[in-house]
C-alpha cells in the first residue's frame, strides 16, 4: 500500500509501532520493521545515551530496514539528558523521531539539520496544529481510546480523526484502539494515511515482555481498563489490576488535594516488575481499550500480513460490493 506516510518513511506498510516504555527495545522495532512497518525504539527506557547509542547499534544488527526513536518529554524534575540523546539518535544514523509529550520546538532544528523526519503524537487538533506550524513532519493524532496518556480532552478517534482530516495540512496517522485491517480501512477512509499502533503489538511473539504481560492483554475485554492521574492532568489509560484499584480508591479519598506522592507507590517505577519480570499486580501500566480485540499473539509479520491482507479485502470486495449494487 502506498500513501504519505509510507512515502515519507520508506516502509512498505503504513504501520507504525508507538514507542513503549519498558516495550520499545531493539528486538521489539527490528521486528516491526523487518515485517514491513515501523518499528520504534523507546529512548526513555534507555536513560542514557550510552545505552540509547548501545540500543539502537543493536537494531542495526538485526534490521536493514528504516526504524525509528521515541522521545517522550516528561513533566519530570530529574529531567533525563535530552541533549545528550538527539545528539545520539543523530550520530546514530536514526532517520526518524517519534516525540511525545510537550512540544518538541527546541529539539527540531537538531532534527531538520540531520535529515532527521519527526512525527509527533498529539491528543488533539489544537496540538497537531502546532506541531505541524512548528515544523513538524507528521502528527500521530492519538485518541481517546488509547493506551498510555490521552490527554484531558476525551475526544474519541470517530470524531478526533475527520477532525484532524478537516484542519491538517501536513499527513497524520491514525492512533488508539487500532488492532486489524478494519481499523487501518477505518482510519484511511477518516483521512489518516496509515495508524499506530501500542497494546496490539505488545501482544504479539517477538515483543520483549513477560508472558504474563502478554496473556493478560488476551485475556482482558475492552471494559478492563481504568483512567488513573487524572486529577493530577496527567491522565493515563492502564489495565486495571488490585494496585490500580487501591490508587482509584486513594485518588477518590484525596480528591483536589491528591499529590504525585500519594500514589508513588503504584506509579513510580513499576514498569521493570510488570514488564520484564511479569508481576502483573505491581502497579498500573498503560493498556488501550483495544485489548478487548486482542484474542492472539501473532509474530509481527503474521499480524502486519493478516492486517494487510484484511484491509485489501474490504476496500476490494465488501466496500466495492456497495457500489455495485
Ligand atoms: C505499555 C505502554 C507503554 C507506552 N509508553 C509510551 C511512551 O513511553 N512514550 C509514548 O510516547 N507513548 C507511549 N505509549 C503510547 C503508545 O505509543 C501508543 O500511542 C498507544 O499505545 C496507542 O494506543 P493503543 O494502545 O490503543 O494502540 C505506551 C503505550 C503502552 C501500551
Known sequence: MKTAITEMFGIKHPIIQGGMHYVGFAEMAAAVSNAGGLGIITALTQGTPEKLANEIARCKDMTDKPFGV?????????????????????????KIVETAGNNPAQVLPYFKDAGVKVIHKCTSVRHSLKAQSIGCDAVSVDGFECGGHPGEDDIPNMILLPRAADELEIPFVASGGMADGRSLVAALAMGADGMNMGTR??????????ENVKAAIVAASELDTRLVMRPLRNTERVMTND???ELLKIEKEKGADLKFEDIIEQVAGVYPRIMTEG?????AWSCGMVAGLINDIPTCQELIDNIMAQADEIITK?????QAG
Open 318 to 322: 465488501r466496500l466495492a460490493g456497495f
Open 201 to 210: 503489538f505488545i501482544a504479539t511473539k517477538e515483543a520483549p515482555v513477560h
Open 279 to 283: 508481576d502483573m499486580d505491581a502497579g
Open 70 to 94: 521515541n522521545l517522550t518529554f516528561l513533566p519530570t524534575v530529574n529531567a533525563p539528558d535530552y541533549p545528550g540523546l538527539v545528539r545520539t539518535i543523530i550520530e546514530g544514523g536514526v
Open 243 to 245: 494496585a490500580v484499584e
